[in-house]
């Protein structure tokens, strides 16, 4: 199983490396590669240095060129830096030519991601989410765990003792992974009769990006004290409380938070706990505004809401963050274009964001500005749903 970056000690220092692709240009690479190093800091490490290269398509051997692996070995070395993390998937050839080439731990995104869901998963639901990911995640990487017992070459009879490890190795996983689906589908059956004993209740989920505030104003609307902290997937574990406003009671959940290259095996064991979106009412889709791609992220939450079947859902956008908000002043005789970074936040809500089809509103959930705002269009919009759904007993609203 792949263990955790951080393994108690000192913070384990590692390098990053990302490509410039025609699919993927410069300024993409930069912000892609910021979202790797605060991975990485929530997993226990140190981000140290990037490592950044323009090729038309990753080297199917190597992800990098030669000169490139050549230039982070020499670094790493006078550095005594032990962990190389590559900004996309890694395949079993490439990790293993890797790993041989700089003598050192390898770990792609994915890999990255599993660890810190792995340290975040408290109940034993997320835990079988996790594992099962993980062992997915292994199984087509056994061969570089045991490349000291490559089989040798030759014809009939020279066959070594690695492939008949391997074999047994993958037989055992493949094993574990039917045992762990088994599992999942046990909890999933269990926690959608707890989803259908829940009443008439309208319902309302909290999605978004991950740490854009999401637990914090579950916190907030539900009096309650969800964890929250300044990290990446701080919240594995749904969390569904009972809120009311004014006198009409609904249930709110907070959900894991989605991120860009968001490894598919984690999307599938998750089901059981997006199925908490996907069977929701009303969507609070929340937006980090402080964060200088927040329309890329919106753009990710949008896509995977569609690829779990959650795309059609009444959505509110929560605009969170504006305590946080900065924009750059542009003198009057500076002629260059204007930037997102020279917008003000009074011209931003004038902008597709304030006139969007979903109904918007800009808040602090930590500040709590705007707050009753927010309350008073969640219970306007499930009030109406209310009445649509349950109209013999819309006196009691």
Not at 196 to 204: D, F, M, S, T
Request: hydrophobic share 40%.
């Amino acid at each position: 199983m792949p263990k955790h970056v951080a393994t108690g000690g000192e913070p384990e220092k590692a390098v990053v490396v990302g490509l410039i692709t025609r699919f993927q240009p410069k300024d993409k690479v930069e912000e892609y590669l910021a979202e790797l190093e605060f991975l990485l800091e929530t997993a226990g490490g140190v981000p140290v240095k990037r490592f950044i290269q323009g090729l038309d398509i990753p080297n199917s051997k190597t992800y990098v060129g030669t000169g490139k692996l050549e230039e982070i070995k020499q670094y790493i070395i006078a550095e005594d830096i032990k962990l190389v993390i590559f900004d996309d998937d890694l395949g079993p050839s490439q990790l293993r030519n890797i790993e041989a080439e700089l003598q050192c731990k390898i770990l792609d995104r994915t890999n990255l991601i599993l660890d810190i869901f792995a340290k975040r998963a408290r109940t034993s639901h997320a835990k079988t989410q996790v594992e099962l990911a993980q062992y997915q995640y292994l199984l087509p990487r056994l061969t570089r765990m045991w490349s000291h017992l490559e089989r040798q070459r030759g014809g009939i009879g020279m066959r070594g003792p690695g492939e008949t490890e391997i074999e047994t190795d993958r037989r055992v996983i493949r094993d574990k992974i039917s045992l762990l689906k088994e599992r999942l589908k046990d909890i999933d059956m269990q926690t959608s009769v707890q989803r259908k004993n829940r009443g008439k209740l309208i319902r309302v989920a909290l999605v978004g990006y991950t740490n854009v505030g999401k637990s914090t104003l579950m916190n907030l609307l539900s009096k309650s004290e969800v964890f929250a902290e300044n990290k990446l997937f701080a919240t594995l574990d749904t969390t569904v409380r009972k809120v009311v406003i004014e006198n009409l009671p609904f249930l709110l959940s907070d959900t894991v938070g989605f991120i860009r290259k968001l490894p598919h095996g984690l999307i599938e064991s998750f089901k059981s706990t997006l199925d908490e979106v996907r069977e929701s009412d009303i969507l609070l889709h929340v937006v980090d505004i402080s964060h200088p791609e927040f329309e890329s992220q919106i753009e990710t939450v949008n896509q995977t809401l569609q690829e779990i079947g959650a795309s059609d859902k009444k959505t509110l956008m929560v605009f969170n963050k504006i305590d946080a908000y900065t924009f750059d002043v542009k003198e009057e005789d500076d002629l260059s274009p204007l930037t997102k970074r020279n917008v003000t936040l009074e011209e931003l809500q004038n902008t597709w964001m304030g006139k969007t089809e979903a109904t918007s509103i800009f808040i602090s959930a930590l500040n709590k500005d705007n707050y009753l705002e927010l309350r008073e269009l969640l219970y306007k919009e499930i009030k109406d749903m209310h009445a649509i759904r349950y109209p013999y007993d819309n006196f009691l609203y």
